[in-house]
């Protein structure tokens, strides 16, 4: 049965989804999570670190959402602030000191928009993170793995690859702000879900994307364990495909690739 862009939406925000702590248990070894950004603080709602994948050391940046309102309290609902981005990238400029290539895992309504996100800096953050990443001298593998809103998400989305899960969605806003916007009213979101575009298979017919993570019916939450087989063997083929670029030719294809976007 064919699911609407709207039904996407409320898969894809289910509390019950895997989330990016449950994929890097169970994809990567040895996590050692890291720690602040170095200026202000630890944002809980990007979690960052090194592990090993499949033998290869490896640095691992994800979006973290909670399972029940104490944790997202916690997490701040994947609202990350601007430390949580220059923690990301101090994660990433250290990975490619070392040569580790990066796995991203994005889950976020968008970045947080309060007072004290724009104070320390939301805009720059996040833009310094988008410069930034399309010079690094390391291969960048991202996965969308149920929200991704706008700028918070592409903070972490400019990578080498790109794969979306099959109910995941990736858009500028979410289907209510596109609605109270356009239409001026907040109750044509389902309207505005369609009209926008944002599934993992629109986005890859518009070649924004590189693939689509299959999940089981009904969801990833149905066999979490079957959809991070299906993200390590994709993960494990890029990964040594573009290990073995030279950089130059990996840099150059990475600026064609959102050039041509």
């Known amino acids: 049965m064919e699911i609407t862009a709207w039904e996407k939406v409320k898969l894809a925000r289910m509390s019950v989804r895997p989330t990016g702590l449950d994929y890097i248990n169970q994809i990567l070894d040895n996590f050692i999570e890291f720690h602040g950004d170095r200026y202000y603080g630890d944002d809980h709602a990007i979690v960052g670190g090194i592990a090993s994948f499949g033998g290869v050391p490896v640095t691992v ?9 104490k944790e997202n309290i916690v997490r701040n609902f994947s609202m990350p602030h601007p430390e949580g981005y220059r923690k990301a990238l101090r994660l990433m400029k250290q990975a490619e000191k070392f040569h580790r290539p990066i796995i991203c895992f994005i889950d ?15 805009g720059e953050a996040i833009a310094s993170n988008l410069a930034e990443m399309i010079l690094l001298r390391t291969p960048i593998l991202t996965v969308v793995i149920s929200e991704g809103g706008s700028g918070g998400a592409l903070a972490l989305g400019v990578a080498d690859r790109v794969y979306m899960l099959e109910h995941a969605i990736y858009a500028i806003l979410s289907p209510e702000g596109f609605a109270s916007i356009l239409y001026k009213d907040a109750s044509k979101a389902e309207q505005a879900a369609e009209d926008m575009k944002l599934t ?53 294809q990475r600026y064609q690739k959102f050039r041509k976007i």
Request: some cysteine; proline content about 5%.
């Open 200 to 252: 993992a298979q629109d986005l890859l017919n518009f070649g924004i994307i590189d693939g689509i993570v299959a999940e089981p019916q009904g969801g990833a939450h149905n066999d979490p364990q079957q959809v991070a087989e299906n993200i390590k063997i994709i993960l494990e083929n890029d990964l040594k495909e573009l290990l073995e670029l030279p950089v130059d030719q990996l840099l150059r």
């Open 61 to 69: 940046i994800a979006q973290q959402k909670g399972r029940n309102t």
């Open 108 to 122: 976020t309504p968008g970045a947080f928009c309060g007072i004290g996100a724009e104070e320390r800096g939301q």
